[in-house]
């Protein structure tokens, strides 16, 4: 089962680029990248995933290392409605039976 | 959509009395999970359902512990007797297989007093 690790916290200003990492050095060929996020008293929100190619959508990008060994989810411009917890898990995208563990997270707190 | 629907939002018994919880997911996920989530914690899975059928269920401690998703639309999970322990958020989440992304209700938050 590939693992992640992420830190257990940041903080970021408002309007700047908040760039969370994590690491997931075992991951296999076939596995996805994936990131949730979860705001207090609220269940976890599905934000963006990705394999190998960089991946942006209306709420974040996802950057993957060449090795994909490590990624990086980016919020462009956090606003304080962006402090949550977010989660990088890795998960085979259709049809696997493997389920993931969501793990600690990081606390990410958006500062005025 | 309305999303997936759990109830109550917060409930609170007291020990060893039992507890029951209800999850509508979304219309067509044939993929049904139940987490359980502490305190500054992940979510951790409990049981997934595949359609009625429960296909994972190694997490749910079965001698208190029970679920049912009869039909293979919405889903009960039920806990008897109720323990100090069992408080947390219990999650319920849907897909439309294993594999998709998961969409999360907003949790039950029981409080075992």
């Known amino acids: 089962d590939a693992k992640t690790t992420q830190p257990t916290s940041m903080d970021c200003a408002e309007g700047r680029a908040a760039n969370l990492p994590c690491n997931h050095s075992?991951?296999?060929?076939?596995?996805?990248v994936y990131w949730y996020r979860q705001i207090h008293s609220q269940g976890p929100q599905y934000i963006i995933h990705?394999?190998?190619n960089n991946e942006t959508n209306e709420m974040a990008s996802l950057i993957i290392t060449e090795d994909r060994k490590s990624s990086t989810l980016i919020l462009p411009h956090a606003t304080l409605r962006d402090t949550a917890v977010y989660y990088c898990i890795v998960r085979v995208a259709t049809g696997g039976s493997y389920i993931p563990t969501f793990g600690r997270g990081t606390s990410l707190i958006v500062h005025p | 959509e309305a999303g997936v629907v759990q109830s109550p939002r917060y409930k609170i018994i007291e020990k060893k009395q039992p507890v029951a919880f209800w999850c509508n997911p979304i219309s067509g996920h044939n993929t049904l999970y139940w987490y359980l989530q502490n305190l500054g914690q992940g979510p951790e899975l409990l049981i997934r359902y595949e359609n009625e059928e429960a296909v994972d269920d190694s997490q749910l401690p079965k001698d208190r512990f029970s679920a049912e998703r009869l039909k293979g639309v919405d889903s009960t999970l039920k806990i008897q007797p109720a323990e100090l322990g069992d408080s947390a958020v219990y999650l319920c989440?849907?897909?439309?297989?294993?594999?998709?992304?998961?969409?999360f209700g907003s949790g039950t938050r029981l409080t075992v007093v």
């Open positions: 075992t991951i296999s060929g076939n596995e996805y």
């Open positions: 990705g394999l190998k």
């Open positions: 989440a849907s897909s439309l297989t294993t594999g998709d992304g998961y969409t």
